[in-house]
């Protein structure tokens, strides 16, 4: 009995075995025939058009500058050519296996010694799991031109946003071309997709101008003893407007009609002068401090120059047109104040006195500056240290001296000198031989210095008489370019001050294409709003690079907010740093001559809106409570204590002013 009951439990124990063995054989050749095999798809295939990019345009399967794909001498034949700074986000499902990738910097940057030494990069490959969690997956720490690919095999399990970075290395995007090479996302489940970055349309944040009268631009203005003066009073509202002056020094002249101030101070000194401004609804006042002395240039200089729009297709009429319509627009009365004619107006030389002369383009270049003085504003030009400009036409090596004087004697206020076929030479002592000529020029001429931030010339710009230095290379209508350089200004704050700014380059709204054709900027408007509000906390120059007289309404209103205009135009001067940095976003502040501090935030992530906070002790300001004013939309926010926060859109900004309750 016990015998058969024991023979019986072990065939009912191997049927249950055989049963699950069974069973768990089905279900793992079920599983097996469900399971999809691995797709792969190429970023090519993605589309460049989804890439930023710092410089030019990304570009499927070739180099951004059009070659094929060639890292150190290796050839490819599929891939992405883009340029630092430079950023991809692709939609994952969570289901993807892997990306795979060569990268390096592409030897067509090898084709120039400069090329060759300059170009830096940096590859990162990031990810968000499904929390919004960032994770960095892989960098390839710095490379240089002429290195070997690198290669990238990362897990992409739980990844649901794929960030393919490139960055500059730290020493800025000059050069940086950078090549993702074969490179490739296998993926099981949905088909990875570009994200393309968020874009609003044009939407205008500040309110129309008021209707009564209102003073605004400088507070404070520098001339040298027995120089021109002339200055408008940049006063906004309703025309027909009447302006007084009191207090105004000796030699000096209003025309109550125009606003416009000439004549010359001989004397020097500090003089408060109570400007006054008049229509039918009502009347402004405002002190204006003239400072008569070595100084001039006390506030960043705000004008246009010819180069992003027209470049070497600038002419005489261009220049006029934008000058009648800095007047007509009303630009000239929120301080805009320059017109600037960049490369490309020079003419051969007097084969008997060495003298320059304008070329065909430009008739008379005497004529031209009586022109733009004559509606209140001031003009400039360009030269080079070299013996040529950097389009080929005649530089001023060994004529320095000769062609300073020879623009005083035209009449122009502004000078630009770039440093083009200059290999080889100090920029301490190429510049110096022109800021000794502007002191002995018998008038005023803003002096900027333009050799692309080469040997640090924040460091001895001031020493060799320059007013202005560019602190970067040239910018172009990118967000990679343009916030490169804004946010790469960071430590510089101590360079600057009345008389002498630190110069991030021109200002690439409206309409810009280097001429002759033109296209709208590539920036979104968020981009725009980060661009001037950046370049006014820093304290920097502000040279409008479009066609004024082609503005549209979001541009000329993004140009005409005298109270974002007035923290560029703080006499105290102080350029703004930089004092909180997380990963997609940083808060920049500067203290304005009231005590009050003016603070933006920015969001650097071009997909998501984000909140972006900043505590109050960061910015310097002793505890308790402060209004806090936003100034694109011009009202007040509440009163706030101990910190302030905003929702920034992507790539945006939130510009606020704070003082003290």
Not at 36 to 64: C, F, M, R, T
Not at 147 to 159: F, H, T
Not at 337 to 354: A, E, L, M, S
Not at 611 to 636: H, I, M, N, P, T
Request: aromatic residues 10%; charged residues 25%.
């Amino acid at each position: 009995m016990s015998q058969h009951c024991y023979s019986g439990s072990h065939e009912r124990i191997f049927t249950v075995i055989f049963f699950s063995v069974c069973s768990l054989f089905l279900l793992l050749l079920s599983f097996g025939c469900s399971q999809k095999p691995a797709s792969l798809i190429y970023l090519d295939e993605i589309g460049a058009q989804h890439i930023s990019a710092g410089w030019s345009e990304p570009k499927a399967n070739k180099s951004v500058d059009g070659n094929p794909l060639t890292i150190a001498g290796q050839v490819f034949e599929r891939g992405l050519g883009t340029h630092a700074e430079s950023n991809c986000r692709i939609r994952l499902d969570g289901k993807a296996l892997r990306f795979q990738a060569l990268v390096g910097v592409d030897d067509e940057v090898t084709k120039t010694q400069r090329g060759a030494k300059r170009a830096s990069v940096e590859f990162i490959v990031s990810g968000k799991d499904k929390n919004n969690i960032k994770k960095t997956l892989w960098k390839s720490g710095v490379m240089k031109a002429g290195e070997p690919a690198r290669q990238v095999d990362v897990s992409l399990k739980g990844i649901i946003y794929l960030d393919l970075t490139v960055d500059d290395a730290g020493d800025g995007i000059g050069y940086d071309h950078a090549d993702w090479c074969q490179a490739r996302i296998e993926y099981r489940g949905l088909k990875p997709e570009p994200v393309k970055p968020y874009a609003a349309g044009p939407y205008i944040l500040t309110p129309p101008p008021a209707p009564e009268p209102g003073i605004n631009g400088p507070k404070v203005f520098g001339v040298r003893p027995g120089s021109p003066f002339l200055f408008t009073i940049p006063a906004s509202g309703e025309r027909p407007m009447t302006f007084a002056a009191e207090r105004l020094p000796s030699g000096l002249k209003l025309d109550s009609s125009s606003g416009l101030i000439t004549g010359f101070i001989d004397r020097p000194g500090t003089y408060s002068v109570k400007l006054i401004a008049t229509n039918a609804l009502g009347r402004a006042e405002r002190d204006l401090r003239i400072e008569v002395g070595d100084k001039i240039c006390l506030t960043p200089p705000m004008g246009w120059n010819s180069w992003n729009c027209w470049a070497c297709s600038v002419t005489d009429e261009n220049v006029r047109q934008s000058a009648r319509a800095m007047v007509e627009k009303g630009l000239i009365n929120y301080g805009w104040t320059y017109i600037n004619i960049d490369d490309c107006w020079h003419g051969k030389r007097d084969p008997k006195t060495g003298q320059i002369r304008s070329n065909e383009k430009f008739p008379d270049m005497k004529a031209l500056a009586d022109y733009v003085h004559s509606l209140g504003l001031k003009i400039g030009l360009y030269t080079d240290c070299g013996p040529k400009t950097c389009a080929g036409y005649e530089g001023s090596e060994g004529h320095e001296e000769q062609d300073i004087m020879t623009y005083a004697k035209w009449g122009y206020d502004y000078v630009k000198i770039d440093w083009c076929y200059c290999e080889g030479k100090d920029p301490r002592v190429a510049y110096r031989k022109f800021g000794e000529t502007i002191k002995k020029a018998p008038r005023d001429i803003v002096f900027s210095i333009c050799n692309w931030g080469l040997e640090k010339p924040w460091e001895w710009g001031e020493s060799v008489g320059g007013n202005l230095w560019r602190t970067t290379g040239d910018i172009t209508d990118t967000w990679a370019s343009m916030a490169g350089i804004g946010f790469g200004q960071a430590g510089l704050a101590r360079y600057a001050g009345p008389g002498h700014w630190n110069d991030p380059d021109m200002l690439v709204v409206g309409k810009v294409g280097w001429g002759p054709e033109l296209r709208p900027t590539r920036l979104t408007p968020d981009e725009q709003y980060t661009h001037i509000s950046l370049w006014c906390l820093l304290a920097a120059p502000l040279l409008i690079g479009c066609p004024i007289e082609q503005l549209d309404d979001f541009t000329l209103n993004l140009l005409t907010n005298a109270e974002v205009l007035e923290i560029d135009q703080d006499p105290l001067g102080r350029q703004a740093e930089k004092v909180v940095e997380g990963d997609d976003y940083q808060v920049w502040a500067r203290e304005l001559e009231d005590g009050s501090r003016a603070v933006g935030l920015f969001n650097l992530d071009a997909y998501e809106h984000r909140k972006v906070a900043v505590d109050f002790a960061s910015l310097g300001l002793e505890a308790g409570s402060y209004r806090v004013r936003d100034l694109w939309r011009q009202q007040d926010l509440g009163v706030f204590s101990g910190r302030f926060e905003a929702e920034v859109p992507p790539h945006g900004v939130v510009l606020v002013r704070l003082w003290k309750k």
